[in-house]
């Protein structure tokens, strides 16, 4: 084994949630060591749309995806936080004196006091629809993710989806591709009713075309996709002339290892407390997307929220004979800490 990395903290996932939680940490003097599998910090964001504009996020009436995460890693930035980045989290091992040795796929060892799982939706892969041969067609017409919305300049695209990634690319590409087709089976959605309202909206103004009640069902082409066949709720079929098919039907989660390791999982998430966070097994914590509790919503805010609260709690592993509290001093009559 080799020679270990010691810190107080380490955390998997490099995500925004793990990336604010290395900020409520620093604050209370401990240290964190992030690990991702991914060979860069930012977690879906920077992987799956990394131009995306985010909207819920405190003092932000938007933010691109990408420009949140440097936002993050600047604010973090002070408390020197250490990285394995590329390497995936093999084996968690408790030591006698209950801490644990974090190990990676390539041998890395990470000793640390706590352990916080902040792994978005483990890994994972795009949910795509079952459709004949489409599988001829990606990265030649079909993608599951918009990496770069340029590439659909003056274009005509399809969306297919319901939720909050196929109604905000819908708005966003929208001044960005010639022709939008958004494709949804219901008549309501399952995003944010803001972006469900302009949504219907650019669909009266006639700047996209909205097809409710209606499915995808074929694709055709000669080499690169030229048709996509819409079925509406009469089973009738319409090909429509498109250049890029961007079905957003959601990820399909994998826990990977870190089913194995002990803690309470309930549909492919980490069941928690949300006094702090806590998965019931001593000094391991879960926030953000891959933990679940009662009300839980799937935000990067929520997930801030949960950080702080982890980061408290935790504290007391790292310094056990420190009590957490804030004394108040004046200096020139001012208040401080």
């Not at 810190?7 to 939680?21: E, N």
């Not at 690990?35 to 909207?55: M, N, T, W």
């Not at 839980?296 to 957490?324: D, R, T």
């Amino acid at each position: 084994m080799n020679v270990p990395h010691t810190t107080d903290i380490c955390i998997i996932g490099a995500g925004p949630v793990g990336l604010f939680a290395v900020f409520e940490a620093g604050l209370l003097k401990m240290r964190c060591h992030l690990i991702d599998a991914l060979p860069q910090v930012g977690g879906q964001l920077s992987e799956i749309y990394p131009h995306k504009p985010i909207y819920d996020i405190p003092g932000y009436p938007a933010i691109n995806a990408q420009e949140l995460v440097d936002n993050l890693m600047e604010q973090i930035k002070p408390f020197n936080p250490s990285f394995t980045l590329g390497e995936r989290v093999e084996a968690l091992e408790r030591q006698s004196d209950d801490s644990y040795h974090v190990i990676g796929n390539d041998g890395t060892v990470i000793h640390a006091q706590v352990v916080v799982i902040a792994g978005g939706l483990g890994s994972f892969e795009p949910r795509k629809p079952e459709i004949p041969r489409l599988v001829d067609f990606e990265g030649k017409g079909v993608n599951y993710m918009v990496r770069n919305p340029e590439d659909y300049r003056d274009k005509r695209i399809v969306i297919a989806g319901g939720g909050d990634s196929a109604l905000d690319w819908t708005v966003f590409l929208s001044d960005v591709a010639r022709e939008v087709t958004l494709v949804h089976r219901s008549d309501s959605f399952r995003g944010a009713p803001d972006s469900a309202e302009k949504v219907f909206s650019l669909a009266e103004k006639g700047k996209i075309r909205l097809l409710l009640h209606s499915n995808l069902s074929s694709v055709h082409g000669n080499g690169t996709l030229s048709h996509v066949g819409i079925t509406d709720k009469d089973k009738h079929e319409t090909l429509l002339e498109t250049d890029a098919l961007i079905p957003l039907f959601g990820l399909s989660p994998k826990l990977g290892p870190i089913a194995h390791w002990g803690l309470t999982i309930d549909k492919s998430a980490i069941a928690v407390d949300t006094v702090d966070y806590s998965t019931g097994v001593d000094r391991i914590y879960a926030i953000g997307d891959i933990n679940t509790y009662p009300g839980k919503l799937k935000l990067i805010l929520c997930g801030f929220h949960e950080a702080a609260l982890m980061a408290q709690s935790a504290f007391k592993y790292v310094y056990p004979s420190v009590k957490l509290t804030f004394k108040y001093t004046t200096v020139n009559g001012v208040n401080a800490f």
